[in-house]
């Protein structure tokens, strides 16, 4: 257990639904991150908030709408996605954002299955 | 981008020691982690190098190189739940994280 918790855990959906991933970390960290990782490809920063602040968005399309209503909880709004979509989706927290060597801990993903 | 280069797989036996290494080319520096995931699991930190030399951590030592732009890490007396992928993951000038496309080790009996 690494103390951020993903739900769902798996999630299949069709293009034209409308879903949400969730993500909550119980360690008192001020920094949350989603990133998407596909099968042998590197894991790749979707977006960042610092203090619930959105501090990156790393050129995610809008069919991705991540939300940040403390800094214990993250969002990621998902609507009319591609199958191209279908991934792992990690979220992460740290301390703070914006100091070397903030160690980040990971969440077991969302494994989303787009058809 | 940021360009993080490691090996795709690696097999070894049990009880043996396994190097994998990592380049990098990024702009800017404030360090190089590393962590394991295990098949369908989060991804789990296992160290974090920023000055030249070598971090030991029981069986597992991480070394990196600033000059290079090198690290490697190196797993001793290999046990089967060793099994996993390691992500080299490089902290850029702006503290972004960028990861490589992980490392497969898979530990014979």
């Known amino acids: 257990e690494t103390g951020v918790t993903q739900t769902p855990r798996h999630l299949v959906m069709g293009m034209t639904n409308k879903k949400s991933l969730k993500c909550e970390q119980h360690l008192g960290h001020n920094a949350m991150y989603w990133y998407k990782q596909s099968a042998k490809k590197p894991l790749e920063l979707m977006f960042v908030y610092n203090f619930k602040e959105q501090t990156e968005n790393n050129s995610v399309p809008s069919r991705f709408s991540p939300e940040c209503p403390n800094s214990s909880h993250l969002f990621l709004h998902l609507h009319t996605l591609q199958p191209e979509d279908s991934a792992l989706y990690l979220c992460?927290?740290?301390?703070?954002?914006?100091?070397?060597?903030?160690?980040?801990?990971f969440g077991p993903g969302t494994r989303l299955l787009v058809l | 981008g940021q360009n993080i280069d490691q090996p795709t797989e690696m097999t070894a036996t049990e009880g043996a020691i396994v190097q994998i290494n990592c380049t990098y080319q990024t702009s800017g520096f404030n360090g190089l982690f590393w962590y394991q995931q295990h098949a369908g699991e989060a991804p789990t930190f296992l160290s974090y190098?920023?000055?030249?030399g070598l971090e030991e951590k029981g069986r597992f030592s991480s070394f990196l190189s600033r000059s290079k732009g090198y690290s490697y890490l190196l797993l001793k007396e290999l046990q089967m739940k060793d099994s996993a992928s390691y992500l080299c993951a490089v902290e850029d000038g702006d503290y972004k994280l960028s990861f490589g496309a992980g490392t497969t080790v898979t530990v014979r009996a």
């Open positions: 190098n920023v000055l030249d």
């Open positions: 992460a927290s740290s301390q703070d954002k914006g100091r070397g060597g903030e160690t980040q801990y």
